[in-house]
């Protein structure tokens, strides 16, 4: 199930220095595992279960990219059970004054190192990215207005020959939901490509959106359909 949910949620991280806080995939332990990626352009988000062990906390894990490579490489041809391991470390800090006394003593706790053990063979060990990550739940909408789906294999064929029209200039593809179709244009000052693939709309609806990033999200569902909601 890690490598499920890694695999549908790495591609969205940041691959930029600049964005440290956002080079990792979040995961967050509060009784389900919920796996989060962000580059500030697009964001993946994929829950699952997990089974706990002892009394342990719940816990909030930035996973370095690094990291989530080798994991993906080692949970592919695992079948088990991935142990997750992130200690507590208490840190202290004392203020005193000009002659030395202790005036104020300061005490917390972070997270900063994770041990992944693989189906009770490889462990991976790894400091976790520092940082403050987005708050991400704000970013989605509250409600939304439009629901449409269609083809998930049909889509993606669609999309990649749509995206022949675009350019450097022009990197989006207009996404047009109209009488049972979903029509892609790409168009640039070179010329336009076309495509359409049959879906289903509540309503006629245009957006654009960058073709490369829909068919990256689009790669790693499962599902046969794909719902897309505005």
């Known amino acids: 199930q890690l490598h499920e949910q890694l695999r549908k949620v790495a591609f969205a991280t940041a691959k930029e220095v600049t964005k440290f806080a956002m080079t990792g995939v979040m995961c967050e332990l509060n009784g389900t595992a919920k796996l989060v990626a962000t580059d500030s352009h697009r964001l993946a988000l994929s829950d699952g279960k997990i089974e706990k062990s002892g009394e342990p906390k719940d816990a909030k894990l930035l996973i370095p990219n690094q990291c989530v490579e080798l994991l993906l ?41 994770a041990w992944f053990q693989v189906n009770g063979g490889a462990t991976v060990y790894t400091r976790l990215v520092e940082g403050r990550y987005p708050p991400y739940m704000e970013i989605f909408p509250r409600k939304f207005n439009v629901k449409a789906w269609t083809d998930r294999k049909a889509f993606i064929e669609a999309l990649k020959a749509a995206k022949k029209g675009c350019d450097e200039q022009n990197k989006q593809v207009a996404m047009r939901f109209e009488d049972g179709w979903l029509t892609l244009t790409g168009q640039s000052l070179a010329g336009k490509a076309e495509s359409r693939v049959a879906a289903r709309c509540d309503q006629t609806f245009t957006i654009k959106m960058d073709p490369e990033y829909a068919i990256q999200a689009a790669s790693v569902c499962d599902e046969e359909e794909l719902a897309f909601q505005f």
Do not use: I, M, Y
């Open 73 to 113: 490489a080692l949970t592919k041809a695992e079948f088990g059970d991935v142990l997750v391991k992130a200690p507590e470390r208490e840190h202290v800090r004392e203020t005193k004054d000009e002659d030395g006394n202790v005036t104020k003593t300061e005490k917390w706790t972070s997270v900063n190192e």
